[in-house]
């Protein structure tokens, strides 16, 4: 019996490598293509969802098979760690969600387009258990991450300067290399970017670094051009997580996290260099975040300001313990403050002086590019439901459903956004929750603290540990105002899939 245990075992995990290779390599760059027009952005959101379909489900009839032998023989006694189980729960409430749900077929297959419904979160959720207890951790799985992702952004630097290499039908600015409009080319980009940054500061490998190093310069370029202001939410988080991280062994890992940061501010100035030698070939408008750091000196100036915060922890004479209480809780206070201060200048009569005319603060439909009328239409729309409706959604992905539901709430958003149909709060856990309900949201949100915080803490021994702790982070903040999808939420549950076998594996440190 234990030679057919070992059969299964290393033949699922032989399956699972080559299905993690092919997601990360073949799949972001995958475009259906015509020789008379090229490839097309018309239909590519459905070509890579049935490319993610198919792949992923004969991935997983040729490994359940051997992975149901190996558990019912007892060869799997490790107890669920508390992320799986919240995977577990996840996976239930989005079921129960569906079987209670007035739009069956939508959330089986998700709404048009986004195909986000029960059958994708179930391939998602068995594919992170799969890996979590089958696959065996190998280091050098990243490299499929790195190169498959590298493609991907020196394709969306090229197509932001108006040069394809790969012809596509009918280019226009929102859509960017091969993976369509650039919110979806941005969920995608604050999933993977991080691998790069972690190898660089915590691998002890020469070869690994240099790799790494020139990997996340390309990734910076490309973050800072692609034209969507919410990867530098991404960016802002990470940099400060990582900060965090690095003050435990500052003397070690401080001056690595200046070079990062250097790094970025170079990719800044060479895509201002860009925007000059290629003048009028820019492809996308530049009154946003991406326009500000590839148009201004902006980015020598946060330089500056990394290497005198570098110098002020090296050389403070705080217990840096304390230090890092103090980072944690400047930002929690401000964000704490600013809120405090847009609710009171909302809701007092006049404003308060100096404030009442600043749109940042002032919570109504324009708020946040918009997000105060997709929030608001979201726990408006789960203010209506009732109280099944409240604890387990209305269905998976089906937001815009139930939206046609409540013609005045419709009414609002259809006036606000010229008719456009809104699929999604833009803030993922505020869909979660119109869409799986509390149980559902809950179990959502606990997947991802309990891995960051299990991570981290373990990271400091296995600094492996800190990629998948990283790129949760960096996905968790980005979507507050944006929202998963078959280009993004894949990928993080792989990446915390291949943590969480790692994590079992690893009983003592290990290099990068």
Not at 76 to 96: G, M, N, P
Not at 217 to 233: E, K
Not at 449 to 476: E, H, Q
Request: aromatic share 16%.
């Amino acid at each position: 019996m234990s030679g057919i245990n070992t059969f299964c075992k290393k033949g699922s995990n032989l399956f699972l490598q080559a299905y993690i290779i092919i997601m990360t390599v073949v799949y972001p760059l995958y475009v259906k293509w015509s020789f008379s027009k090229g490839a097309s952005y018309s239909s590519i959101g459905d070509d890579k969802y049935f490319f993610y379909k198919y792949v992923t489900m004969s991935m997983l009839i040729i490994v359940l098979a051997g992975s149901i032998i190996y558990i019912f023989s007892g060869s799997a006694k490790e107890q669920f760690s508390i992320t799986e189980q919240a995977v577990i729960l996840f996976a239930v409430a989005a079921t129960l969600s569906f079987l209670l749900s007035s739009f069956r077929k939508e959330a089986w297959t998700g709404s048009e387009r986004w195909f986000m419904g029960l059958e994708t979160l179930l391939l998602i959720a068995v594919t992170y258990l799969l890996i979590s207890r089958m696959w065996k951790y190998s280091e050098y799985t990243w490299i499929s991450f790195l190169a498959g992702s590298a493609i991907v952004y020196v394709l969306g630097i090229c197509n932001r300067f108006s040069f394809y290499p790969i012809p596509f039908e009918k280019v226009a600015p929102d859509f960017i290399s091969t993976l369509g409009n650039i919110n979806w080319f941005c969920g995608y980009f604050v999933v993977m970017w991080p691998i790069g940054a972690c190898l660089y500061l915590f691998s002890e490998r020469r070869p690994v670094r240099t790799a790494a190093g020139i990997y996340t310069l390309i990734a910076f370029a490309t973050g800072v051009t692609q034209g969507s202001s919410s990867a530098f939410l991404s960016f802002m988080a990470v940099f400060y997580l990582l900060l965090l991280v690095c003050m435990d062994k500052w003397e070690k890992y401080g001056r690595r996290w200046v070079e990062l940061a250097a790094g970025w501010c170079l990719a800044c100035q060479m895509m201002r260099l860009f925007r000059v030698i290629f003048s009028g070939k820019y492809s996308y408008e530049t009154d946003n975040l991406c326009g500000m750091v590839t148009g201004s000196s902006l980015s020598l100036f946060l330089l500056v300001f990394a290497v005198l915060l570098y110098m002020m922890i090296k050389n403070s004479k705080f217990d840096r313990r304390y230090l890092k209480r103090i980072f944690i809780a400047v930002p929690i206070g401000g964000i704490v403050l600013y809120f405090l201060l847009a609710a009171v200048n909302t809701l007092m009569p006049g404003g308060i002086p100096g404030l009442a005319d600043k749109g940042l603060f002032v919570f109504n439909m324009e708020w946040g590019n918009a997000r105060g009328a997709t929030w608001g239409t979201g726990l408006k729309l789960f203010g209506r439901m009732n109280l099944y409706q409240k604890l387990f959604g209305i269905g998976p992905d089906c937001f815009a459903e139930y939206l046609y539901t409540q013609p005045d709430i419709m009414k609002e958003v259809h006036d606000f956004f010229d008719g456009a149909v809104l699929k999604n709060a833009h803030n993922e856990w505020i869909s979660m929750l119109v869409n799986t309900g509390i149980v559902g949201t809950a179990a959502y949100i606990g997947i991802f603290v309990s891995l960051i915080t299990r991570f981290i803490k373990k990271g400091r021994d296995n600094p492996v540990l800190y990629i998948p702790a990283v790129c949760a982070f960096s996905y968790m903040i980005h979507n507050m105002v944006s929202f998963g999808q078959i280009l993004n939420m894949p990928f993080i549950f792989i990446i915390m899939g291949m943590g969480e076998s790692y994590y079992r594996q690893c009983t003592e440190r290990e290099v990068v």
